[in-house]
Structures are given as C-alpha cells and as structure tokens.
C-alpha cells in the first residue's frame, strides 16, 4: 500500500496508514467517493430553496439564466452565503445559550457540581452592563448577569450590548451601513426569512444581513460564550501541555473528549482526577486515566485544566483507528457522523451526550447540569470497563507529540508584553509602530479534506512568522501549529524573524499564541479593541496592521466568523472560498465591495504561500497608510527553505 | 468497426444533474480547472447535452456514427472518421463554421460554437489519459466509455 | 476492373472513399479539368472574406489524400467524349481513358446571364478556384463592384468584396435577398443587415447591360439606373454539365436521370452530385438538389454500387447552411409551399435577430428556416428526410422545442425510419 499523503503531520499519515490497512474508510476515503463534486452545489449556483426547484444556473453559459422564480446567479449564491453565515452564527450562539442556561442553573444551586469560578470577570461583566453590584451576593450577581447575557437572544429592542467594546468609529461605521445587530435569535430568523423564496434577491441587500447577523455571532454569540465560560469555567492562564495522538497511552484507559462545548469536558476532567475514579481504572489493570481532547473541546479543557490534545477535526477518526480509545465522547459540532461506522472496527465505545446532536446507533449519554458530575463518573467508570475489551493486536499509536503552552487571552497576553505589574497594550503597539512588528494576524479555523490536512496552516505561519508577524490562533488551526512545534517559546528562535523573536524572548510567549476555541475568536475581536484604544495605529479596526486567516475552511460557522471578521473591519484570507464563485457579482462583492462600508474585505486563494504573500503585503499596506516606522530587520533569506 | 468505443448512457441510471456537461465544459477550457475556467473569455462550451422529456434524461452527445451525415456534409474536409477507432472527428484547424454539420446532425450533437466560429462535439476527450470527463463526472456512473458489446452488457438487468 | 470517375469534387470524393472502403486495389482514375486536386468549391467565398482559419487552405483532403487511396489522377484533364460501344472516356488530347464503371460526377457551370457585355473583362462567375484567383487580382485596382444575385453565393461574395474594401452593392431581380430560400420577412432582415454593415442592397433590378469597353465599367439597369463597378460577380444559379451524356442512352432531363442506386441508364455508368437528377424525399418531386451533403452521399452511395456492393440512396432535399456578419441562418426543405395543405409556423425576434419557420404538411415536417440560432437544425432536417410522423411532437416542435429527447419516442414507434444502429443503441 502506499503511503497516504493527504496530511502534513507525521502522526495523521501513520495512524491514517494504520487505518487503510484495517481496511476502515475515513473521511478522505469517503471524499473520494464523493469526486468529482458537483460544481452547480460548489459554485453556489444550486438552489434548493423552493419547491419548484431545486434549480441551478449554468456559469459557463452567456444567457440571462434564472430558477424557476426569477432569481439569478447572484441572489442563489447569496442566498445560499446568507444562510450558511446564519447557521454558523447559530451554532456558535446556541452553544452560547446552553453556557447562559448553566450559569443560571448554578445561580439557582440547580448545577451542583459548578460554580463561578472567576468572579473577579463576573463582577467587571456586570459593571460593564449596567448591572449594580453593591450588596449582591455573588450568586445574585451571576443571576443577573445570566439573565441580561440571556436576554440578548431574544430581546425585542436595542442592540447587542458587547457592541459598545468596540472603537465609536466602528460603532458608527456599522451604523452608517446598517448593519448593527439586534438581538442574536432575531438577526439569525431575519436571514432565514430573507432568504425564504420570494423575499430579498438583491444581492448586496443579502450578504449586508448576512453581516449583520455575523456581527452577532461574533460580538453576540461567540462573545457571550467566551465570556461566560471564563466565569463559570475560570480565565485561561499559560499552561504546558501536549498535542498529538502520542498522548494517547497504550497501557492507560483512554477517554476522548470532542466536540465544543466545556460544559461536559469540564466535568470529565473534573471526574478523571477523582481518586475512587483512578482506582477503579486501576483495577481494571489500567495505569491511569487519560482525558484527551479533539478540536474545540479539546481547546477548552487545554487551556483551563491543561488536559492534552489529542488532535484535530480531520484527527477525530483516527482517535478511533489507533484501537486505544476505550471511550470517546462527543456533544456538538464538528462531530463527524462518520465516526459511528468507525467505532463499529474497534472497541471503542461512542458516546453522544448533547440532545441536539445524536447519532443513530450510538448510546446516548443525556447531559444535565443537574447531575454532571455523576454522569461524568460514569462514563469514565463505563471507558475503564470497556479498556478490558481492548484488542491489543489492533492498536498502533503513532508516537508523535508535541509539548505546548496555550491559555493565551486578550487580558492575559499583553499583560505578558507589558510585565506582570504593568499590563498593558503599550509595548504591542510600540512592538508595530517600531517596526519590531510587522503586524498581528489571526490565523484560525478548521481542517479540510479538500485541502492537504494541516499544510496550510503551518505554511501561511511560518511565512507569517519569519516576517516578524505575531500569530494568534484558535480551533484547529492552533492545533496544527502546536503539533508542529511552534507554539512553545522556544519555537521563536526556529520560526520567528529577528523582530518578533526579540519580542518572545523579551515577554517568554511563544511566537503563536493559542487563544482558545472557535467561540474565542471573540478574544481575537477585543485585543483588536485594545490596540485601537491603545493608540497609535488607527481609530478603528480597519486601520490596524492586522488581518485573518482561514486557510482550511470546513464549516457554516468559518463562515460566519469570516464575514465578522470582514464587518469589524478585518481583512479575511479564506480557503476553499465559501460558495459564490459561480457569481462574478457576488464574487466582486465580497472580495472589493465591501470595502466601502467596512475597510476590509475577503481575500479568496487556494495556494498557501499567495495567502502568506497576500498578508503581509496586506499588513504593509496598512502599516504605510499609518505612516508608521519602516520593519527594523530584514527578512532573514536564510529562513526561506 | 465493432470495437470502437464511445460514450454510452443509461437513461435510467441519470439523476439529470448535469455534472458531465459541466465536467465536459472545464475538460475543454483553456486551463482544465473549474475555477479558472470560470474566468475564461470566451466560456469553455460543453458537448454533451443532458436532456429530460416526460421524466425521461437523456444525455446526448455525438454518436461516433457509422455512416456518418456530418463527415458528408463537411465541405471544409474537418471532419474525418478513422475507419480502424470509429472516432469522428472535427479538425479545428480547417473547420470555417460553415453550420453544414450542424444542419445533418441528427441528434443536434454537433453545436456551432459562435465565439470561436467553429463546430462543436465530443471528441471522446482525446489526449487525456482518464478517458472520457463526462465519465469520470458522473456520480451515478450513468455513462460508460466502451464498445457496443460493452455497452448491451451493462445495460442488461 | 477500371472505375474511372470524372468530376473531382464532393461527389467524386464520395465515391472514391466508398471504393476504397472495399476495394484497395483495382484501378481508379479520377478526371477533372481543373488543375488543383480535391478542393472545396464551397469554400471560395469563405476564403475570400478571410474566413479560412489561419494556415487552412481550400483543400477538401490532404495533399496525400490520392497517393493514400490509390487513386490515379487525371487532372488539367477535360473529359469531351463518351463512347459507351467501347467503353473508354476521350479527353481533349485525344487520349482514350477506358473504364470498366465509370462515374460522372461533372458538376454544373454558372449559368449565363444572357446580359450583353457578360464577356467584358471584370465580369466573374463564382464557382471555381480559378474565378477565386481572378478576383483576387481584379480587387486590388477595383474600387466599386455588383453582385447580381441575392441567394447565398451572392450574398457572400458581397461579403468577400467588402472584405477587401470594395464598395460593394447586390442587385437582386426579386424583391428581397434570399427569396428562393426565404420568407421576405427573414430577407429583409439581412438586406437590412448588409445595408448596416456598408454594402447596398438593391432589389426588383433587372439588369440590362454590362457598361464598358474591354473592361467592365459599370452595371446599366432596367429602371434606366446605373451602377459604376470595375468587378461584376453573377450568381445566377448553376446549369449541369450534362454534355457528356449527349449521344449515349443516358437520359436527360435538364440533369443526368439515375435510379436509386445512382445508376444511368447505360450500363456500368453512374451519375452523383450537381449533375445528376433525383428523387426529392421532402418535396417528393424529381430535382437537381446542388447541395453538398447530397453530392458527397450520392458519390457515396455509387462508389459502393460501382464495386457491387449493393447500397440505395434514399433521396435529397435541400439544405442551405451559412452565415452573415455573424448571424447563421439554415433553410432546409420546402420554406415557402405554394398550394393548398401546408401549415407554417414563424416567428421573428429582430431585436434579438432571431427568426425560425417550420413548414408542415399533415403530419409531416416538411421545411424549417432558421437565423440566429441554428442549434439542433439537424434534429428537424433527419425528421424531414425520414418522413417521420411527427404528429406527437408538432406542439414542442412548433413551440422551437427540438432536442432530440424530444424525437426519441417517435424512435421507438416507428423503427423503420429510424434503423441505424445508433438510433437502436438509445432504447432499451
């Protein structure tokens, strides 16, 4: 057999090699059989939104095509943009829902087991809203706050209240195009009633509600769960850890943890520490407990309990394949159907715990809040039971992983650039305007069988980082640059120009910092916030030396963050484009259009180093237009190879 | 003559989804990829043609014919057939776009291509090492590239 | 055995294929008067409005093409005698060339115009390589030119002449160009055509003298107007060349008659293309049908009788396929009936320059014109020449629907007309 080339981690091709020869087909396998793919579905042109349809529009044909009821090209792609941005926007804020509902359950002592674990956050939350603190209980105050952040769903007037984090230029801005979110629910109904057969086809009128309801997510949804998750959970502090599939331990009863939301992971580390817990794996002839995670569950319990990584989304089968997860668990999102035919090759017993997202044929777990600890116990009770049906002769962990420091926050880092006792964005913003800098760029995002697993990611960093730019990630794109190596601080001497390295050193951050998960790319938004208010480098978001990146795009919810990205004024690098290409007006729209009213736009380019390229003349660009000081080292050629 | 081979449909296997048209356009675009070829001026144009009547979709392309009309009526000499493949073909290099063929055609698979002012059909995607696009591109696998044996073998039930 | 085949277009080429589809061996001699090999008559007017793609000539097969097939040619060479007692041809030397099957594939000549001053310098015919060649030396002095005709030869070579920036006016007899082939409505929108690209188009003209002294100077007219022209180009239609035929057992009626093997009346000898007469399946009436895929299938169909391989040849009809300042325009059949029973359908979208016509006759499709969009023309001209009962189809046909999905259940009801084996591969 040869070797598989579809990842550039030397642990996926081996662990993937290990599975094609077990004859157990994964997602790439699957994506075969899925080629060619339908270019009327990959160029937006399919519409399927009515029932005189489903109709499609030919892109090579010079004629004036229409569906059935008129539309065109441009409004069936952003049509279908619209409601990819709004199902994203939706995931995220339905995770965030479900961290409101928990944080109000444990005001009212109905979540034992949970607690407000950062009331310093709490109480500035609450100053923040309006909320009084004086004379309330820290349990009141959670209330509170549980409720305002809850009522932002669905409140029927005014607007979303984290807006007010952001610079008044970019208030205004938003303003001045009509795109300031409302409430969350009701900007994510108002793009499914938009995009309802017969309602809006004007294509900029689409994707500018299409913004909106982005902007909710990102400081709507996304934001809330950020935010609460640190209360209920604790702000993430630096901390060392492991990536890679080598976590796994032959001789340990290994539990997987994946999906998104903390809400169960928590617990489970919680449980896995437990001493009667370890005992009893114990006495099934286990070691220990290993308590790994997958994708954005896995950023989460990385960065508050430092529990390792075990992969990333297209690792999730492959957790499977090694034959050495005696249990993996999974709630919401990126959880792939898939993984309940591959489970079926192996011992490994799959677990569904969220009533959103079941899989047929897979035991389902209920989690509530209100018994979380002891349903948590359970399962790692039922995973040490089932590492007794381990099949030794099937298991083949690749050896590969990697150490890592994550936990990186907008209030935490710069603390860091600035020293513990003067936290600040001062030195960040001097770093730039010096010249030390080049620039900040958000790098996130998910994996993609259409693109070689990982290489993006680690291509776009390194070029990014050799030109002296601070990498700041999330999801699985973190992942794949901690697999790498490059998010330790030593990292900075191999990848870092001699500007950024100047800065690692100085503070001990690693060249790229994990900020979290998905839902964190809200963390990404505020420190923006704080450079403009810093001063010096722009009056809103749009004129800041920074940008985005997702090279390997998989999900409706990449979607969403690339158009908040863009709406707050964030240039956005995204790979493979999301479906609009069969419409050059559409395509003009969202690549120079939008411009106008945000400063920023989408960058669309499948070749990793164009992207790099494309960045950092972006970050140029932006620094010239800012006058600010010339980069102070050249680029070291040296690097280059 | 038995064993030529061309590109033979099973009415009753296609969904009608037009993949092999689209997949036949980017095969014969100046770059072969989608998304370039999206972007080329003129548009690439596809020869096969997916019809539907009654329900019934039918994708039709040139028939490769024994005797062929369009060879006949070509009075530029474009057009040849090579006894020993069975392949007709259309010589770009001499066609005028006189229409003749399109006018004898009778399936309608030769198309005047006004862009390039010449006539248009499949050409069995001659060069290309995987054979026929609108095979490789059909998800059904509703077309086969084979000779007539071939062809009443599959479509036996 | 000895074929020998005088004639050296479509026709001869037909059968000279067919022949050597079979027969590799035997002797084959091709005649023609013309000096060049197997060249594209239909293609001067596409050359000389600089139509050709670049490097293309006018050649119909390769220059090997005789050396491949084994054919001996006879070229320069004019055929002038016929003696049908001793079975050899007698060419304009003298030389006698015997045949064993013998194919006249003659062709026709412009017919006259019987204008007095035809014979003036300047005053072309269009058919032939070498009345191309002259007018390639006469554009470059010209600065005015006629072309008397408003049928598709005449309308392109206008073209052809304003190609090479004469100022070029069509005079047409009847009242619009195209009138043999179409409606007013559809010549109208060409002449209008023309007008808007810079070449005058008059109409209801007779022509009355050419002017002139040795030279052609000018075209006189009946209504007493005048033209100047330096080129006059006629297109009046073609007369068979049937002379050879004149003294044998050969019938003739205006062309050569043949059966449906294309055989003359006198034995081993076959007639196709231009000069031969036949059976019009569309119009049901004898006719020259001078068309180019009939020329070629009538060859055909003779070569293959010619080495007794038994084939019948199932008829003509008219075609007519060509394109003007980028607007194709195809007219197949019977466009404008004359007497009772037929039915026709037409639309014009002049905007958009799109016209179509179809013509019925009970349940047959019996004419159809087509400009502007010409995609599927040949769908409706096999429906014609089949005669196939299209009384299931004729609302989709009327409505300018016809893919061929649209024919294929008239395929499975009625498999005699459609019994080629391709026709049998698309049903199950």
Excluded at chain 1, 417 to 428: F, Q
Excluded at chain 3, 255 to 276: C, F, K, P, R, S
Aim: neutral net charge; aromatic residues 6%; charged residues 20%.
């Amino acid at each position: 057999m040869t070797k598989t080339n579809k990842s550039a981690d030397p642990a996926t091709i081996s662990a993937h090699d290990h599975a094609r020869q077990l004859d157990v087909a994964t997602a790439w396998e699957r994506h075969e059989t899925m080629l060619p793919l339908c270019a009327f579905g990959d160029l937006g042109l399919c519409c399927t939104i009515c029932y005189m349809g489903p109709c499609r529009i030919d892109p090579f044909s010079k004629e004036d095509l229409r569906g059935a009821c008129g539309a065109d090209r441009n409004t069936i792609s952003a049509r279908n943009f619209t409601r990819a941005v709004s199902a994203g926007t939706a995931a995220h804020s339905d995770h965030a829902r479900g961290v409101c509902h928990t944080l109000l359950d444990t005001a009212k002592g109905k979540a034992p087991g949970y607690q407000v674990s950062d009331p310093v956050k709490l109480g500035k939350l609450a100053t923040e809203l309006g909320i009084k603190t004086e004379n309330l209980s820290q349990v009141d105050l959670a209330a509170k706050v549980g409720h305002f952040l809850t009522d932002e769903f669905g409140k029927q007037d005014g607007t979303l209240a984290f807006l007010k984090r952001a610079p008044k230029v970019q208030q205004e801005r938003w303003e001045r195009a009509g795109v300031t979110p409302r409430a969350i629910d009701r900007e994510v109904v108002e793009c499914l009633h938009r995009t309802h057969e017969g309602v809006d086809s004007d294509y900029r009128s689409l994707i500018l509600s299409a913004a909106r309801c982005a902007l909710a997510d990102g400081w709507g949804g996304s934001m809330i769960a950020t935010e609460l998750q640190d209360v209920l959970f604790g702000s993430p502090r630096p901390v060392r850890s492991k990536v890679n599939l080598g976590v796994l331990k032959a001789d340990c009863v290994n539990v997987v943890v994946h999906g998104h939301e903390p809400v169960l992971s928590e617990m489970l580390a919680r449980a896995a520490r437990e001493v009667e817990i370890l005992d009893y794996a114990k006495s099934k002839g286990a070691a220990g407990i290993i308590l790994a995670g997958i994708c954005c569950t896995a950023n989460e319990i990385l960065m508050r309990q430092g529990m390792p990584v075990a992969g990333n989304f297209l690792q999730q089968e492959l957790a499977v394949t090694t034959g050495a997860v005696d249990s993996m668990v999974v709630d919401v999102q990126c959880v792939m159907p898939g993984l309940a035919g591959v489970a079926k090759h192996f011992h490994t017993k799959l677990i569904t715990t969220s009533n959103k997202a079941r899989i047929a044929g897979v035991d389902h777990v209920p989690f509530e809040e209100r018994h979380a600890l002891e349903t948590a116990r359970r399962i790692l009770r039922s995973a040490a039971d089932n590492f007794c049906r381990r099949d030794p002769a099937r298991v083949d962990i690749p050896p590969q992983s990697m150490d890592l420091v994550a936990g990186f926050t907008a209030e935490n880092t710069f603390h860091h650039l600035g020293g513990t006792y003067r936290g600040s964005y001062r030195p960040l913003n001097d770093g730039i305007m010096a010249g030390r800098l080049r620039g900040v760029v958000g790098v996130v995002g998910c994996n993609t069988v259409r693109v070689q697993h990982d290489y993006n990611h680690l291509a776009i960093v390194k070029e990014l980082l050799k030109h002296d730019v601070l990498v700041v990630e999330t999801g699985c794109a973190a992942i794949a640059c901690a697999k790498a190596g490059m998010l330790t601080p030593e990292a900075a001497l191999e990848f870092a120009g001699k500007g950024l390295q100047e800065i690692c050193a100085a503070v001990g951050i690693p060249p790229v910092l994990h900020m979290g998960s998905c839902v964190d790319n809200s963390r990404i938004l505020i420190a923006c916030c704080e450079m403009v208010r810093e001063g010096g480098i722009g009056d809103d978001l749009s004129q800041l030396p920074v940008a985005a990146v997702a090279a390997e795009a998989m999900s409706e919810k990449a979607v969403a963050i690339g158009l908040y990205a863009v709406a707050s004024g964030i240039t956005t690098f995204f790979n493979p484009a999301p479906r609009v290409l069969g419409s050059p007006e559409v395509f003009n729209y969202l690549t120079a259009g939008l411009e106008k009213d945000f400063g920023a736009h989408w960058v669309f380019d499948s070749d990793p180093h164009k992207i790099a390229q494309g960045v950092i003349e972006h970050l140029d660009a932006k620094r010239a237009a800012l006058k600010l000081h010339p980069m102070l080292y050249p680029v070291e050629m040296s690097r280059t190879a | 003559m038995r064993n030529s081979r061309k590109v033979y449909a099973r009415p009753d296997l296609c969904t009608g989804c037009r993949s092999c048209e689209i997949a036949c356009a980017v095969e014969h675009s100046a770059s072969k990829e989608l998304l370039s070829a999206l972007f080329e001026s003129p548009p690439p144009r596809y020869r096969m043609d997916v019809q539907a009547v009654n329900g019934v979709k039918l994708p039709v392309n040139c028939r490769h014919c024994t005797e062929p009309d369009c060879l006949f009526a070509c009075k530029s000499g474009a057009i040849s057939k090579d006894l020993k493949t069975g392949e007709v073909q259309i010589n770009l290099a001499k066609c005028v776009g006189c229409w003749m063929c399109v006018m004898v055609c009778p399936f309608g698979a030769v198309s005047p291509d006004m862009d390039r002012a010449k006539a248009t059909k499949c050409d069995l995607c001659t060069g290309s090492a995987s054979g026929p696009a609108c095979v490789q591109s059909c998800p059904t696998k509703a077309l086969i590239y084979g000779n007539a044996d071939e062809f009443n073998a599959w479509r036996q039930p | 055995m000895n074929y020998v085949i005088i004639g050296n277009s479509a026709a001869a080429v037909g059968a000279i294929e067919a022949i050597r589809e079979v027969d590799t061996e035997s002797s084959l001699i091709v005649i023609s008067a013309e000096p060049e090999s197997a060249y594209s008559r239909a293609l001067i007017s596409y050359e000389l409005a600089g139509w050709l793609p670049q490097g293309a000539n006018l050649e119909l097969r390769s220059s090997s093409f005789y050396k491949e097939k084994n054919v001996q040619p006879m070229l320069g060479r004019r055929a002038i005698g016929l003696d049908t007692t001793t079975k050899v041809v007698v060419l304009d030397d003298g030389e006698a060339v015997p045949y064993d099957r013998l194919l006249l594939a003659t062709g026709g000549s412009p017919q006259k115009t019987g204008v007095p001053g035809e014979e003036k310098l300047g005053v072309f015919g269009f058919r032939t390589y070498g009345d191309l060649i002259a007018i390639h030396q006469a554009v470059k002095n010209a600065r005015q030119a006629v072309v008397l005709g408003g049928g598709c030869i005449g309308l392109q070579a206008a073209s052809g002449l304003h190609h090479h920036k004469v100022e070029t006016t069509i005079a047409i007899a009847s009242d619009h160009p195209l009138s043999q082939i179409a409606d007013a409505e559809c010549g109208d929108f060409f002449q209008a055509l023309f007008e808007k690209n810079g070449i005058a188009v008059k109409t209801g003209l007779q022509p009355v003298e050419f002017t002139g002294a040795d030279s052609v100077e000018g075209v006189r007219f009946y209504d007493g107007t005048s033209v100047p022209a330096q080129i006059v180009i006629t297109g009046k239609g073609v007369a068979p060349n049937v002379e050879l035929a004149q003294g044998t057992l050969i019938r003739v009626d205006r062309g050569i008659l043949v059966n449906d093997h294309m055989a003359t009346d006198e034995a081993g000898i076959y007639a196709a293309g231009d000069v031969a007469v036949t059976w019009d399946r569309v119009a049901c009436q004898s006719t020259i049908n001078a068309v180019w895929p009939g020329a070629y299938q009538q060859g055909r169909v003779a070569g293959f009788n010619m080495i007794g391989v038994q084939r019948r040849y199932d008829g003509s009809m008219r075609l007519n396929a060509a394109e003007f300042f980028g607007v194709p325009f195809i007219s197949m059949g019977i466009v404008k009936p004359k007497g009772e029973g037929y039915e026709t359908h037409s639309r014009m979208l002049k905007e958009k320059g799109l016209y179509w016509k179809l013509v019925f006759q009970g349940n047959l499709l019996v004419g159809a014109v087509l400009m502007g969009k010409v995609e599927g023309a040949g769908v409706l001209s096999n429906l014609m020449r089949k005669r196939v009962d299209v009384s299931t189809i004729k609302d989709d046909l009327i409505a300018g629907r016809s893919d061929f999905a649209r024919v294929l259940p008239l395929v499975k009801v009625q498999s005699e007309a459609f019994g080629e084996t391709e026709y049998r591969e698309l049903i199950q």
